[in-house]
Structures are given as structure tokens and as C-alpha cells.
T-cell receptor, first 113, second 114 residues
């Protein structure tokens, strides 16, 4: 079965420190990978995607993610966290044969001043 | 910028009522989606549509129906609302064709069924 795992329900990081939000996936075929962010009482906003090419992709608000095919992972990273990065982060995956996204359960990121 | 507008941010209805949730997008997107979001469960797809008058069941279609009479509008209908349908409902849209296009979301409707 195809699935996405976000192993941490919550990640706590001090402001200014690097942050990582983890995502692993299991799909058949080549994956299209996405990260979205959700601020309180809002819908999801697209951050970045990996389709093909360079394994390191850069997105909005200084975030980047690294695609690792052998580990089937797509971790979200940022070199220096801001308090305003505190939000709920979702990883999602799709293959080229399906409109549907398979979603992770989400990781709550808390950045402390 | 793509704008996806959901008609209500908060809605309170009673058990057994027929409930309509409306979603409109302004970017001529072919694909539209309805999800429900519950804590710890992420997003679960209820229905999606890839063209006018076309619809496909998602993972949890039971108790719901949809309507897409115009390209820009996708309605979710709770035929007879029940308390277990209390949730956050999110509408999204995306371009058709290549499946690598991101989905764009509305701000959600928080629905309470009493």
C-alpha cells in the first residue's frame, strides 16, 4: 500500500537553530513529493516540490528539502528557524498515474524564542 | 495568485440536516478536491473532480456527495448530517494535465454537527 509517514508529531526548535521535519514515503513508481504548511485557522499553503532532477529543492520562506531515493525520504529543512515558522507541516506524495495526493499526518513545528 | 474561496469559515448544523459546502476557484483549474482534516489523521480525500460534471470517489465518500456544474465551483453535500461529520473541510484546486502541479487550498470550513 502507498503511504507517507511523518514520524514526529511535534518538533521543538530554538529560534536561530536549524530545523528538520522528517518525511518518508512508500509508493510504486516515480514519486512526486510535496511539502505544505498550515498556519492556525488557515488552509494549506504549498512550500516546495520535487519532481525530477536535483535532489535538493528550494521553496518558499527559506525552506528546502532533500530527496533521497535510497532512503525513500524527503525531509524538510531550514538553516535558521524563525518564531513565525511555527505551524503544521504536511508531506504528500503522488505518482504520475494518479491525481490523488497521499498525505502524511502532519508535524507540528514549534519555534521557541 | 490563485484564490480558492469557501463560502463559510464556521458552520453549525443539526443532526439529520442536509448541508451544503461551497467552493469557488478563480484560476480556471480543471481539478478540484474536497478533503476533511481531523487531528492526527492528516487530510483524507472525500471526492475530487477533474472536469465539469465529472467526479471520482476518494477515500471516505460515504455520507457525502458532490456537484460540479460549472468549472469554477465544486460543492460538497452532506446528505443527512451526523455528529461524526464534525470536522474541518478543505477545498483545493489544481491545474489538470501533468500531475506535478501543486494544489491550492481555501481557508477551510469548520463544521459542527450538534
Amino acid at each position: 500500500a502507498q503511504s507517507v509517514a511523518q514520524p514526529e508529531d511535534q518538533v521543538n526548535v530554538a529560534e536561530g537553530n536549524p530545523l528538520t521535519v522528517k518525511c518518508t514515503y512508500s509508493v510504486s513508481g516515480n514519486p512526486y513529493l510535496f511539502w505544505y504548511v498550515q498556519y492556525p485557522n488557515r488552509g494549506l499553503q504549498f512550500l516546495l516540490k520535487y519532481i525530477t532532477g536535483d535532489n535538493l529543492v528550494k521553496g518558499s520562506y527559506g525552506f528546502e528539502a532533500e530527496f533521497n531515493k535510497s532512503q525513500t525520504s524527503f525531509h524538510l529543512k531550514k538553516p535558521s528557524a524563525l518564531v513565525s515558522d511555527s505551524a503544521l507541516y504536511f508531506c504528500a506524495v503522488r505518482t504520475n498515474s494518479n491525481y490523488q495526493l497521499i498525505w502524511g499526518a502532519g508535524t507540528k513545528l514549534i519555534i521557541k524564542p | 495568485d490563485v484564490k480558492v474561496t469557501q463560502s463559510s469559515r464556521y458552520l453549525v448544523k443539526r443532526t439529520g440536516e442536509k448541508v451544503f459546502l461551497e467552493c469557488v476557484q478563480d484560476m480556471d483549474h480543471e481539478n478540484m478536491f474536497w478533503y476533511r482534516q481531523d487531528p492526527g489523521l492528516g487530510l483524507r480525500l472525500i471526492y475530487f473532480s477533474y472536469d465539469v460534471k465529472m467526479k471520482e470517489k476518494g477515500d471516505i465518500p460515504e455520507g457525502y456527495s458532490v456537484s460540479r456544474e460549472k468549472k469554477e465551483r465544486f460543492s460538497l453535500i452532506l446528505e443527512s448530517a451526523s455528529t461524526n461529520q464534525t470536522s474541518m473541510y478543505l477545498c483545493a484546486s489544481s491545474l489538470g494535465g501533468d500531475s506535478n502541479q501543486p494544489q491550492h487550498f481555501g481557508d477551510g470550513t469548520r463544521l459542527s454537527i450538534l
